[in-house]
């Protein structure tokens, strides 16, 4: 009996064992199972040869998506496409070009017309254009929506004996052709030997603003600059002609300022017609130079409103009127309504060209620079000039009128 009881519960010990073996067996196998899926899961190439393909679409289209998600930019588009190239393509590419070709399809696909991408030689040319008044060839050029156009025709010139008038645009320089051209890249295909000529297509633009009679001209080049501020005295007046805002011209108006005031000059002209804007610093000195303090411009950026400020270092307090036109432009323009607005300058002529954003140009880190509009200009008032310009307190639209009248209203204001 005792023997038996002893067999029985060596059966039950038996059975309640392998039952928790069988438990534990199951229970690890479930984690081989778990684990092994993680690792099969990501080895797309097992899936498939195991016929779990399905699997590793649904892993790949999630990819896909996460990719998406991060591909907001073209940078990183440009990149994936790029390595795909330096990985597997059979063709290569010039580095230079590509740049060229994707910036200027990534920027005629913005509104910016002003946006534009120099490379190194055409931004070398921009610096050059930047300090100097003329073109080589007898001829002012500036710019608008990044078409370049004529402002001035120097007198005396091949160009002006030639027939080129203001508002005229180059079409070809020296069969080279295009139908916008900046004027950096005029500047530069310009830019050659003194006594060499250059053979250059021109459009005058019909009254409709499109189309045009072209006609073309050989003109001689000279490195001769021509000055960019000139003057002279009518009686007690002096006029001074600025041909456009240059990194110098604050400081050569103050010459002229202090020269014409010791040759006894009771008013001053200032002939701001035609000056396709330049360099905003020299427009706010030059605004100094007449107004002793306050609120010359206002930037307005997408962040936040700069204003800058007259520097405090007024040469003269001398009657002041300014000349204007459909031509005046940019930085100019700030540099009249600043005068006017301050109440220290009548403004004779017409209403300014309303060209009242601001351009950055930025230089990149790969070589080149790109241009594009970073602000507004708005008056001292808060008024923007974009669209609507400077108007003039008197309306002279004769252009041969326009300077005797000034020279008038100068001579007839007393000192103050």
Not at 299 to 325: F, R
Not at 370 to 385: H, V
């Amino acid at each position: 009996m005792a023997i038996h009881e002893k067999k029985s519960k060596a059966l039950l010990s038996y059975k309640r064992n392998a039952g928790i073996v069988k438990i534990l067996g199951a229970c690890i196998f479930v984690c081989l199972v778990f684990c092994a899926g993680f690792l099969v899961r990501g080895n797309t190439s097992l899936l498939n040869s195991l016929g779990f393909g399905g699997l590793a679409v649904v892993d790949q289209a999630s990819e896909q998506k996460a990719a998406l998600n991060n591909q907001d930019s073209v940078s990183t588009r440009i990149k994936e496409v790029e390595s795909l190239l330096a990985t597997d393509s059979l063709d290569s590419y010039d580095l230079n070009s590509a740049t060229t070709s994707v910036l200027n399809a990534l920027i005629a696909s913005t509104g910016d017309s002003y946006l534009h991408y120099y490379d190194d030689k055409s931004y070398r040319s921009y610096l050059e254009s930047a300090s100097k008044a003329d073109s080589g060839i007898g001829v002012l050029f500036g710019e608008n929506n990044g078409s370049c156009y004529v402002v001035d025709v120097f007198e005396g010139s091949k160009a002006a004996a030639s027939g080129v008038q203001e508002g005229d645009c180059i079409t070809s320089i020296d069969g080279t052709k295009k139908d916008d051209w900046t004027m950096p890249e005029v500047i530069s295909a310009l830019n050659r030997n003194d006594g060499e000529s250059v053979y250059i297509t021109w459009r005058r633009p019909d009254t409709s603003g499109s189309g045009g009679e072209l006609y073309s001209t050989t003109l001689p080049y000279s490195s001769q600059s021509v000055p960019n501020v000139t003057y002279q005295m009518d009686g007690s007046v002096v006029n001074i002609d600025i041909k456009q805002i240059s990194s110098d011209s604050s400081a050569l108006v103050r010459q002229v300022l202090q020269e014409a005031i010791s040759k006894g000059a009771t008013s001053v002209v200032l002939d701001a017609r035609d000056v396709p804007g330049g360099y905003l610093t020299q427009a706010v000195e030059i605004a100094s130079l007449f107004i002793p303090s306050g609120t010359v411009v206002q930037i307005q950026t997408k962040d936040t409103t700069t204003v800058k400020a007259a520097d405090g270092e007024s040469v003269t307090a001398l009657p002041l009127v300014v000349i204007t036109n459909g031509r005046t432009a940019g930085s100019a323009e700030v540099l009249a309504a600043a005068l006017q607005e301050a109440g220290r300058a009548t403004i004779v002529g017409t209403t300014t060209q309303g060209k009242g954003t601001v351009q950055v140009m930025q230089p990149l880190s790969f070589g080149g620079a790109l241009r594009y509009t970073a602000a507004n200009y708005l008056t001292s008032n808060g008024r923007a000039i974009e669209g609507s310009g400077v108007l003039p307190d008197i309306t002279v639209s004769n252009t041969d009128s326009q300077l005797m009248v000034a020279l008038e209203v100068a001579a007839s204001q007393t000192t103050r």
